[in-house]
């Protein structure tokens, strides 16, 4: 597996204030004090936190990170941090739950008799063969207890064995 721990370190080092905002061309005023310019670009700039200067009730943009990029692209720039942490996020719950389920085959793999280097299909093989096992030992029992039952109650040496037999096969299905 691939170590990320650089970009995961990238990912909480970049900032987790920006904000977007369409480019306009600057204001400024005309030779007859009109003002002119702030028409959109068409493009899009990223900027830091707001800031506020000490008795003014106006918040101006934060640093300017990128000053023009395409809209998609500046709001990529603002979600990347969240965004990126939130997949490392899964990628650990994604490795726990897989190591779990690798100890859950490994002890399926034990209880089937399997080696640590049987591959999957092994497994799934020895699985197929248990099941069969099972159904043939549930088959086996049912035919069992069906003699007994119409053997009923009458003492015989044959209603002794298959009473026993049928207790072997009872304690066998739920052992193994």
């Known amino acids: 597996m691939a170590d990320?721990?650089?970009?995961?370190r990238l990912a909480e080092a970049f900032p987790a204030d920006l904000d977007w905002d369409s480019n306009t061309d600057p204001f400024f005023n005309g030779p007859s004090g009109e003002s002119l310019g702030g028409e959109a670009t068409g493009f899009?700039?990223?900027y830091g936190k707001p800031f506020r200067l000490e008795g003014e009730d106006y918040d101006y943009d934060g640093p300017i990170y990128v000053e023009a990029c395409t809209a998609d692209f500046a709001k990529f720039m603002v979600a990347a941090r969240e965004g990126v942490l939130a997949l490392f996020k899964d990628l650990?719950?994604?490795?726990?739950m897989l190591l779990a389920a690798a100890c859950d085959i490994g002890s399926l793999g034990e209880a089937l008799g399997a080696e640590m280097d049987d591959d999957a299909s092994e497994l799934e093989g020895l699985a197929v063969e248990l099941r069969k096992d099972a159904e043939r030992?549930?088959?086996a029992?049912?035919?069992?207890?069906?003699?007994?039952?119409?053997a009923g109650k009458q003492p015989s040496v044959a209603t002794g064995y298959l009473h026993d037999i049928l207790s072997a096969l009872s304690k066998e299905a739920t052992n193994g």
């Open 92 to 96: 650990e719950s994604h490795k726990r």
């Open 137 to 139: 030992l549930k088959k």
């Open 141 to 150: 029992t049912a035919f069992v207890k069906k003699l007994c039952d119409s």
């Open 4 to 8: 990320h721990s650089e970009l995961k």
């Open 44 to 46: 899009y700039s990223v």
